[in-house]
């Protein structure tokens, strides 16, 4: 009996002392955007791989709620694509949290169409009328006299939200706009169907053409050094600047090492460093 | 002990035990009875709960957004914006996507759904009847993402390629036989008043006429829609397709049924008249099995207005109502598919309306579908009393 308790007791201690080490120390919720969400997983297995006993979990709620969980301190890194609104700063001041933006990599959105399109380039305002529908047919942009189809990402999806910013200027695209639910899926209606025109993140140009947007061919040197006009910076947010040398610290800089552009490079963003 | 103190009844079949309790009874066998029977009572009624449950939920989170936009524009309007500023909510364009999608997933559905079963009950021998009617059902256990898989990357490429020749085909494969039996009627029905010795060959220049004048129009249709150019292959059509072989196991399976339960006293009856099989399919057991088959197609129907992986990626999610609005080729959007498509980031603190309206929706929805149910629970009943069971 006495042998018995004394193996759980000594059960116990062990089982309990490296969880206490981990619930408070080293681990670190990331929540938020969907588009920076396959970064942030990478990079949290990277590490993990690296560093025994640390803990990271990544969920993909969206931007906006990245943002809420941070404010509301349920999470430690806020994944997101878009800077915070202000009506978010707002809140988080008035909760006492400080937001600290990092860029860890730059997303390219291209505007595809069809291999066998012959229209190589469009500017901007070109790419705006077709989607609010005052550009009808591929004739007007220099392409055969057939219809185009006009295929968007849905509202909810922060690529969505860029290209509204950045190409839409706010206005509201065409209602006979078809919606895909995702990047693949705008990539495969693009890839099947001939006429179509979508837009897609740099890493879903595959079957697809990639038009020069304002004479300017998307890729990794024009995203980055900000010449390619529909393009974005990727964030984390924390509270504050994480402590030096902290094992947060080390994974919000991951993206600046060698490593970290490797990774961001493989999952079809583009590092913030031109190296 | 024997076999004849195992079973439960004497050998004059009277049960060896009463079946209720006898007031005499211990108190603990009729607690126990009474625990047994609330019990089952519990289970049976927790599913009536739910559903009462989900309609209250549904309801609390759908009137926020009437009381913060009011009706007018969710039912009237078709500008659709959730996400803009300011956010536009006017739902009319799904309310119309989900009619027109389930109307045409009908026409596939209904036609076919109901002569496949008549076929299966009355024309086709019984072998063959227990091989295919299992097959048919086997329709119904395909998960609908694959349906919606398969619309999106083989259906919808072909549509766009072939939609116009593909149509054609139906067009000549259904419009066909339909034209021959109009052309058919028609003369029947023209050439009676004629003198009898003129009739027949009053009947076959009267079929000729009509039967010429058919085709004509029918190659005309064909013509007309093979020049049809489908720009895009995910639309209102290819959901439709999909949806309709989606909702055939249904339709099938369940008019199938009510045609069996007409009985084979009533066919027996009809050939003892002298009735041939057609007279007796056409005149005698469908009629007989009508409400039976009303409540099968109803069934179908829900199949397709509640359906949301398959017109999720075959629609097209296009909030408008096309110009003009039968044109099956424009992409459409869907209730559910919006409800779907926009649960993902609705935000429910800075976005209330756009949170509430997609619980409008789900309620409008589960008011139609509601309505359909009690139509149809009407039909089976009626087709009840009918056959006097």
Redesign the interface.
């Known amino acids: 009996m006495r042998t018995l308790l004394a193996i759980a007791i000594g059960l116990g201690l062990l089982l309990s002392v490296p969880g206490a080490a981990l619930a408070d120390d080293v681990k670190i919720v990331m929540d938020g955007s969907t588009t920076v969400g396959p970064i942030a997983k990478a990079f949290a297995e990277y590490y993990m791989s690296r560093n025994k006993g640390v803990n990271i979990t990544v969920s993909e709620?969206?931007s906006?709620?990245g943002a809420?969980s941070l404010i509301n301190g349920t999470c430690h890194i806020a994944n997101m694509s878009r800077f915070m609104k202000e009506?978010e700063f707002t809140a988080a001041a008035s909760k006492g949290v400080m937001p600290v933006a990092h860029v860890v990599a730059m997303d390219g959105i291209a505007i595809v169409v069809h291999p066998s399109n012959p229209v190589q380039g469009l500017s901007v305002e070109q790419v705006r009328n077709i989607y609010l529908g005052k550009i009808t047919s591929w004739k007007d942009v220099g392409g055969p006299d057939?219809?185009i189809?006009v295929v968007s990402r849905?509202?909810?999806?922060g690529t969505?939200?860029t290209f509204?910013g950045l190409v839409m200027a706010?206005q509201?695209i065409v209602?006979?706009?078809?919606?895909?639910?995702s990047n693949e899926?705008a990539r495969?209606?693009v890839s099947?169907?001939?006429?179509?025109i979508a837009y897609a993140g740099l890493g879903f140009l595959r079957d697809v053409k990639a038009l020069k947007i304002n004479g300017v061919i998307p890729d990794r040197s024009t995203v980055a050094s900000g010449r390619y006009p529909v393009a974005r910076p990727l964030f984390m947010f924390t509270n504050g600047y994480p402590k030096l040398g902290s094992y947060t610290h080390a994974l919000i800089t991951l993206h600046l090492t060698k490593k970290g552009q490797e990774i961001v490079e493989a999952i079809g963003f583009v590092p913030v460093t031109s190296y | 002990m024997s076999q004849a103190e195992l079973s439960l009844t004497d050998p004059l079949g009277r049960p060896r035990q009463s079946l209720l309790l006898s007031k005499r009874a211990t108190r603990a066998k009729q607690v126990a009875s009474l625990a047994g029977r609330s019990v089952l009572f519990l289970i049976t009624s927790s599913s009536v709960l739910a559903v009462l449950f989900i309609f209250y939920y549904i309801a609390q989170d759908a009137l926020p957004f009437f009381r913060l936009r009011g009706a007018g524009e969710f039912f009237t309007s078709?500008?659709?914006?959730?996400?803009?500023?300011p956010a536009s909510f006017g739902s009319l364009?799904m309310f119309f996507g989900s009619g027109i999608v389930t109307l045409g997933a009908s026409l596939v559905a209904v036609p076919l759904g109901v002569a496949a079963a008549v076929c299966l009950s009355d024309v086709l021998p019984f072998g063959v009847r227990q091989l295919a009617k299992p097959v048919i059902e086997m329709l119904a256990a395909i998960p609908s993402v694959a349906y919606g898989f398969f619309a999106?990357?083989v259906f919808?490429?072909l549509l766009?390629e072939r939609g116009g020749a593909m149509l054609e085909v139906a067009a000549y494969v259904i419009g066909g036989p339909l034209a021959f039996l109009a052309a058919v009627v028609l003369a029947d029905l023209t050439s009676s008043r004629a003198p009898e010795k003129a009739r027949w060959a009053g009947r076959i220049v009267a079929f000729l006429l009509f039967g010429g004048a058919m085709a004509f129009g029918l190659v005309a249709l064909g013509g007309m829609l093979r020049g049809l150019?489908i720009?895009?292959?995910?639309n209102a059509l290819n959901a439709s397709i999909i949806l309709g072989i989606m909702a055939l196991p249904t339709v099938v399976s369940v008019s199938e049924d009510a045609l069996q339960a007409a009985g084979r006293d009533l066919r027996e009856g009809s050939y003892a008249l002298g009735a041939t099989r057609a007279e007796t399919i056409l005149r005698v057991v469908i009629p007989a099995s009508a409400s039976g088959i009303c409540a099968a197609v109803i069934l179908g129907v829900m199949r397709a207005v509640g359906e949301t992986m398959v017109v999720?990626m075959a629609s097209?999610?296009?909030?408008?109502i096309?110009s003009p609005w039968y044109d099956l080729t424009?992409?459409v959007?869907t209730l559910t598919a919006t409800i779907a498509?926009?649960m993902?980031?609705?935000?429910h603190?800075?976005g209330s309306a756009r949170y509430h309206v997609l619980f409008a929706m789900a309620l409008s929805l589960l008011a139609i579908s509601f309505v359909l149910n009690l139509a149809s629970e009407g039909a089976t009943r009626r087709a009840r009393r009918k056959l006097g069971h």
């Open positions: 709620s969206g906006g709620n809420k009506k057939r219809k189809v849905d509202t909810n999806s969505y939200e509204e706010k509201r209602s006979s706009a078809e919606y895909v639910t899926a495969k209606r099947s169907t001939p006429t179509a | 078709s500008e659709w914006y959730p996400s803009a500023e364009s999106l990357v919808a490429p766009q150019p720009d895009s292959g995910t999720w097209g999610n296009a909030a408008q096309p424009a992409p959007r498509g926009d993902g980031e609705a935000d603190v800075t």
